[in-house]
């Protein structure tokens, strides 16, 4: 709700939701839970919805073709 009722352009608001999604789905993934049921005790704290909203803002304003990121190395 933080997101979607903030000043930003439509575009950085469906950005960072998806993004917002993405992690609840790893962190559900993670503890064998479904999305619904995953406790947003981090991902909702406001540092990081900041991070994930200036992630959608900057690749909006970029607007690259491809986003390339290399796998997260576990264990």
């Given at each position: 709700?933080?997101?979607?009722?903030?000043?930003?352009?439509?575009?950085?608001?469906?950005l960072a939701c998806r993004i917002l999604d993405n992690l609840a789905l790893a962190?559900?993934?993670?503890?064998?839970?479904?999305?619904?049921?995953?406790a947003f005790h981090e991902l909702g704290?406001?540092?990081?919805?900041?991070?994930?909203?200036?992630?959608?803002?900057?690749?909006?304003?970029?607007?690259?073709?491809?986003?390339?990121?290399?796998?997260?190395?576990?264990?």
């Amino acid at each position: 709700q933080i997101i979607i009722q903030s000043s930003l352009t439509d575009n950085v608001k469906k950005l960072a939701c998806r993004i917002l999604d993405n992690l609840a789905l790893a962190e559900a993934h993670c503890h064998g839970l479904s999305k619904d049921d995953v406790a947003f005790h981090e991902l909702g704290m406001v540092d990081s919805l900041i991070d994930m909203v200036m992630a959608a803002y900057c690749i909006s304003k970029v607007a690259p073709d491809r986003v390339i990121a290399s796998p997260i190395k576990l264990g």
